[in-house]
């Protein structure tokens, strides 16, 4: 049996990084003048770079320091899709997984959506706090002409209004979940397009699939299990073969 992991927000939760929509989520928490779901695009970044850079940051990198918790571990070895951007999963030790919305770790080239770019690794030290604004617009080589084209820096994350492409793995990621012949679907909302197009291939090909979060999304599929519970609990139920 080949067994896929798709995780979301609440596998990182006990390494102390907030999920997306609880009390505490990145999606309740905007910046003085607009709404998470307003900060996280790519219009945001184009139009407003210091405004989208600063929450960025404050939302998202400031957590960059934290480690893997068991649950990163107990999936070390298996076949892994994350929506996470933390990069815990690496640190845990699985050298395949794909991070299909990005890293906070990595930066690329501002370029054309589809376009094929560098994955670097983004300088963060060089940050300067006391000076936030003007140190992230310069890491990011963003000029008072705002971010142009092969020129300036962004995030390596994949925002509201982009779509999946090539460098952030998706045509890995539809090759893993054809090949599936089970999927374990972890701490997600089931609210991004990942996980839809992973369940849209389950039911297609009518393979079993478990839903493990303290408050399951119920999910149309006629081989679907839940379990109401954390992944560390998860984890610890049973042998999960």
Known sequence: MTTLYITGAGVSAESGIPTFRGEDGYWTI????YTPQQMATR????QNPAEFLKW?????VT?????????H???ADKLLITQNIDGLDGKAGNRGFISIHGRIDKMTQYHVQGEEVDIETTPWQQVDESNLTESLLELFKISSKGPELNVSLKPFVLLFDEFYTDLYGINRAQ??????TKMVFMGTSFSVN??????DIAR???IPVEVVDPEPTHILHSHVQYFPMTAKEYIEYGDHT
Do not use: C
């Open 204 to 206: 297609h090909k009518d």
């Open 56 to 60: 960025y940051y404050h939302r998202f």
């Open 194 to 199: 990942i996980t839809q197009m992973a369940l």
């Open 63 to 71: 957590y960059r320091h934290h480690g893997p918790n068991t649950v």
């Open 175 to 180: 090759q893993r979940m054809w090949d599936a």
């Open 43 to 46: 219009a945001m970044y184009e």
């Open 73 to 75: 571990h107990w999936l």
């Open 30 to 33: 905007g910046s003085r003048n």
